[in-house]
Every structure is written in structure tokens, then in C-alpha cells.
């Protein structure tokens, strides 16, 4: 019953995320949104871990999942500041800096 | 009951996700609409008992995949070119396809059904032989990795001609040192 109620919850949370990452007007909505939504997978995968009855190596998948999630956040975070992930753009902008 | 329902749930998220992908002009945050994708998709496959599925599809999907995107975004510049030509004879092409492949999954045997071709042909010899052939405790690492290693051998120069022709297209120039304007300066 409370696993029942916690994934109701989640989904609903999922969906609200969602509808926030489409609708955005701003970057940072949709950022705030997809990480949300990131977190929100990691929780699915360890109640689903309960649900299923095999708790310690969905909870190990779930941990992984943080790991990678915060790789996009941080490639998303630079793009979104610097406008690119390092390369050089072109000559010009290389002699600029 | 809760799993099927679920599953319905997490389905509908992912043709918004979809959709929102295919509507949304700005290439940023359609990178992160993918993320949310592959993030939704890997759920799927864990509700699918598939872990290991679901583990590259987050790695790949959520993790390398939004780094290439985001890279080339960098390159190419964050908005699409608003479309010149009509879209009706290319949509009505892609429904006559979906319908034709509906039509054909209808003669397909049931999603699970155990006696499905797929799993009367050599899946019973893996599962029965695979612990003493081969020595591996998960099946399908042995299938992929011994069984079927050419076909992995295969697949792996597929990827890695592909991550060289993405490299070759994001540059590898060297990157100038920032060192040698501080010392001018």
C-alpha cells in the first residue's frame, strides 16, 4: 500500500517536472526541470527495487544513475554559461581570448 | 496490476517528451528533452527486468549522448531554421510505414508468450549450457560475449567508426594555451 501510494506520488512528480521542462520560457526552467526529473528516476528505480523484492542491487543501479546524471547537469551547466564545452570556436575568437 | 499501470504512465510521459522534442525550435533545451527521454526509457527497461539494458541506455542516453548534443550545439549554434517546405507527403509517408509495421506485429506471438519461436530456438541450449561452456554466471554476457562474439566485434567497429566520424566533425584541433597571451601581455 505505501509502496503503491510513494510511485502514484513519483509519477505524478514526474509529470509535473515534465510539463515544466516543455513549458519553460527560460534555460534554467528546463534544467531545474530535467534534474528534478533525473532525481525522481533514481527514486522510481529504488521503489521499484522494493516493489519487486530485490532491493540492494536496484539501489546500487539507482546510486549509478546519480553518478551519470551529474555529468549532463555539469555539460549542460557549462553550455549554458560559456556557450560551448571548450573547443575553439574559430581563429578569431581563439585570438580574442 | 501496479507495475502494468505504471507502465502506461511512464509511456504517455515518454510521446510528451517525444512530441515536445519534435515541436520545441530551441536545439538546447531539445537535447535536454533526449536526456529526459533515455532518463524515462531507462525506467522502462528496468520495469522490463532488463538492468543491464537499462544501465547503457542511462550511460549512453543520458550521459554521453547529451554531451555530444550539447558539444556539436556549441559548434552549430542553439536555434533551428525555421522549415521552408510543407510537411504533408513526408507525414502521410511516415503513417502508411507506422500502419504497415502495426499490421505486421499482429501476427507476432504475445508479448512473454514462452512459446514464441524466440524462445524455443537456441535460448533453452544457452540457459542450459552457458554456465558450463562458457563459465560466465550471467547469460547474456555470454551470449554477447562468446556465443555471438563476432557479431560484438562487429557492432564495436561500427561504434567506433562512428564516435571517429563524430570527432572528425566536432574538430580536434589542439587548443591554443592561454599561457603565451599572459606572457605577451
Known amino acids: 500500500m505505501t509502496l503503491t501510494v510513494t510511485l502514484i506520488a513519483l509519477l505524478v512528480t514526474m509529470a509535473f517536472a515534465l510539463i515544466r521542462a516543455i513549458k519553460g520560457p527560460t534555460v534554467y526552467d528546463r534544467i531545474l526541470a530535467s534534474n528534478a526529473l533525473g532525481t525522481k528516476t533514481v527514486l522510481m528505480i529504488a521503489v521499484l527495487g522494493f516493489v519487486v523484492g530485490d532491493p540492494e542491487l536496484y539501489i546500487d543501479i539507482a546510486l549509478m544513475y546519480v553518478l551519470i546524471g551529474f555529468i549532463g547537469t555539469v555539460a549542460v551547466l557549462k553550455v549554458s554559461e560559456f556557450g560551448n564545452l571548450g573547443q575553439p570556436q574559430s581563429h578569431t575568437d581563439a585570438e580574442d581570448t | ?185
Open chain 2, 1 to 185: 496490476m501496479l507495475i502494468e499501470a505504471v507502465n502506461i504512465v511512464l509511456l504517455a510521459l515518454l510521446a510528451a517528451t517525444a512530441i515536445a522534442a519534435v515541436r520545441l525550435h530551441d536545439l538546447f533545451a531539445v537535447a535536454m528533452m533526449f536526456g529526459i527521454y533515455s532518463l524515462l526509457a531507462a525506467v522502462m527497461f528496468v520495469l522490463l527486468d532488463a538492468l543491464d539494458v537499462a544501465f547503457t541506455e542511462a550511460a549512453v542516453g543520458v550521459g554521453i549522448s547529451t554531451v555530444l548534443m550539447l558539444a556539436t550545439i556549441g559548434l552549430v549554434g542553439r536555434h533551428e531554421l525555421p522549415s521552408t517546405h510543407r510537411s504533408l507527403l513526408p507525414l502521410a509517408v511516415v503513417v502508411a510505414t507506422g500502419a504497415a509495421l502495426i499490421y505486421g506485429t499482429l501476427d507476432m506471438p504475445f508479448f512473454g508468450d514462452p512459446g514464441a519461436p524466440v524462445h524455443q530456438h537456441v535460448a533453452p541450449y544457452y540457459i542450459s549450457q552457458s554456465p558450463h561452456q562458457t563459465g560466465l554466471p550471467n547469460v547474456v554476457t555470454s551470449v554477447l560475449a562468446s556465443y555471438r562474439g563476432y557479431d560484438t566485434l562487429g557492432e564495436l567497429a561500427v561504434i567506433f567508426t562512428a564516435g571517429v566520424g563524430v570527432l572528425a566533425l566536432l574538430g580536434l584541433r589542439r587548443r591554443k594555451r592561454p599561457g603565451k597571451h599572459r606572457t605577451a601581455q
